[in-house]
């Protein structure tokens, strides 16, 4: 009978922490690809102007969703940009607030979308937000964790230690499954409305959609690493078992 492994299981199987290294890194060089990627289009699509800056951009949706208690403003840093649900306030970069080009609408209109998620009670938003304590608990908790398996070499084999740090990663690895439909629907709003609106008559549409495109990319990365690093614990924590019996 011929035997199969997945891929996750070859890794899990090689000696002491490299495969732990192997996920790491590739990890790492994937995310740095989707990184390079996302920067270089977003800066061909800035080279793209059109009539719009991103404030008035996310002011013109905001208003056309009938959505008259957000407000939007500036905040420092590159690719800072996000909704804060708590405070009903679209945060914009510098840049993406200031200049008028495809990239920086793209941006505007996305985080609108969450804006829009909000006010529609979309339940994965919902969800995502009510998941974001215990995730924060979760990352807490990891951390001390994997200071105790760093500096105490028997933890990594103690079934109790890993038990607790998969049950961690576990809730953090379903916190990024659940943000991947919240990011991809709020990219579909955002694009709805720029080619509904008088917005999209002014711009290449298409670049704007793929400029959110790689922005997604980076969540879809972080994700799939997440699960990566999910599945070699559990193969890990397998293994210590097997060893006690």
Known sequence: M???????TIIAMLPGHIGYWVIFGLTLLVSWLVSSTLKRRFFEHSQAPIRFSGKE???????????HNVKVISVPGQLTDHYNPMDRTVNLSESVYHQCNAAAAAVAAHECGHAVQHATAYRWLGFRSAMVPMTNFANHIMGLLAMVMMFGAFAMQNPTVLLAYIGCLALVTLFSIVTLPVEFDASRRAMA??????????MDVNRSQNALFWAAM?????????IAMLAYYVMSFLGARSNED
């Not at 879809?220 to 690493?225: E, I, M, T």
């Open 2 to 8: 011929t035997t199969t492994y997945s891929f996750t």
């Open 57 to 67: 951009i996310a002011e013109r949706m905001l208003a056309d969703h009938g959505i």
């Open 193 to 202: 409305w720029i080619r509904s609106s008088n917005v999209g008559s002014s």
């Open 218 to 226: 980076t969540y879809v990365v972080g994700a799939l690493s997440s």
